[in-house]
């Protein structure tokens, strides 16, 4: 098995089938845990890391997790191949970076899980699904995790709970994220409120590609920042009961002013994002991820209806480097990428020559 | 709004309560100074952001870097089992091993309070098995430790011993 097959089929969590996935494209639970009796990963020796992956993937691998799992080590894995699996959101891009055979990550091939043995701690569980799935995602994350705990010990304290390489993720070591759309809080202006108001209540906002990386295409993460003194139950709770609704209520609100004060402005945008991504000849993946949140807006407001949300969502993963490449089957730089991304997005949306 | 905070301030309790005040306020409306005094719960009450002024934890490291720098510490405090440096873990926050959790215990314990929102214990999960003991782990590590120097030193009848010390270690039911 390869990873081909991810390239051509979307992940569970893009189908934009799941509960509010008008504003929330997708909920990840993530749990990070360490082997017990081991130093962790950036004090540890190469034979060190070599034991612990060999111990994550017996287990991983036992069949018990799912009926299949693909094991990818990174180091082996080509480079556009491991971009691939960062722009899915199965590794991070500090584990993409790796040069350390002892470094790799386990897939099931409908994408639910990933798990990343040797970044920052020696496991990194997540879960992925669509829309607002929060309890989900945690039972599925949670399951796993017992799976993997059956035959390997956990580096536990009573008093901090499961141990962490960052003492930020001590406690429960999990990280609860939803990826939001906000167009419309972007378009009013509204979105600084909304992160000095997250801010305050310790969340983290953070864009596509997690840390650091800016809010392409109005796609916004918001994640928990406490992980110590509070019960998954209760960061879970606040998220999926308190958080998440408010959120979308905000941006529902921002999305109902610009059709009643703006509706000109607002079929302009559309109809220009439109216009552009059906007639270009070539694009970049910015301007690409701008348009098609204006188009996705247009989509979820009635405004158009000459294409279908699931599309557009496709859209946002296909048009990034790695996967237009795996498409094109070869390596695209520069003015060739952008033609071939243009030349991609015009075919997906109908209008192509 | 003039906020006050920390030691200027000279009212020690709470107007609306027995706590005692943490947040200082002096409000001049129309030529005439009021002052508020309240403590966390009654200034939240209040509406004034209380600990609002959260940073994520890399940037209360560097800012405690900061405060301490040009007067490096003579002896820096060190894991008797990784051999990391508090320092160390100040730069790049990450720790060496679990039992830096308490070799670090003193100085990481307000870091952690405020990154954490003032979560000191663990609620929550907890390994199914319960795992193995606290000490077990602990043995485990600095068993794993002596190995990892063996190899280094290459002094390999010392790490075949170490290897079957520590799978029979493993293999005892506690």
Redesign the interface.
Known sequence: MTLGRITTNAGEWLRGAGPRSDVVLSSRVRLARNLAGFPFVSRSSRRQREEILERCRDQIMNGQLAENVLWVGLVECPQVDCQLLVERHLISRQHARANDLARAVAVDTNETFSIMVNEEDHLRIAVLRSGVQLAEAFEQVNRIDNIIEKKLDYAFSKRFGYLTACPTNVGTGMRVSVMLHLPALKLTGEIDKVRRAARDIHLAVRGLFGEGSEAHGDLYQISNQTTLGRSEQEILSEFEHTVVPQIIAYEQQARQALLQQRSVQLDDKIWRAWAILTQARMLGSEEVLTLLSHLRLGVNLGRIQTVDIQTINELFLLSQPAHLQKINGSAMEGAVRRQGRAELIRRRLGAAD | MVLVWGPQAVKKICDKCNHPATVHEVEIVKGQKIEKHLCDDHAREEGI?VG?D?K??NELLTNFVKMHSGSAPAHDLVCD??G?GFSEFRE???????QC?IAFEAP?SP??ER???????????????C??G?R??EQ??R???RL?EA??SEDFELAARLRDDISQFEGVVE
Do not use: F, W
Not at chain 2, 92 to 98: H, T
Not at chain 2, 115 to 124: F, L, P, V, Y
């Open positions: 952001a609002a959260y994520p934890i089992n990784c990391m790049n926050s990450l720790l060496g091993c679990p959790y990481l870091l952690l990154a954490q929102d003032n979560g000191t214990h663990h609620i929550g999960k907890v390994p199914q098995r795992g193995i606290e077990r782990q485990l590590l068993m794993r430790n990892a190899v280094k």
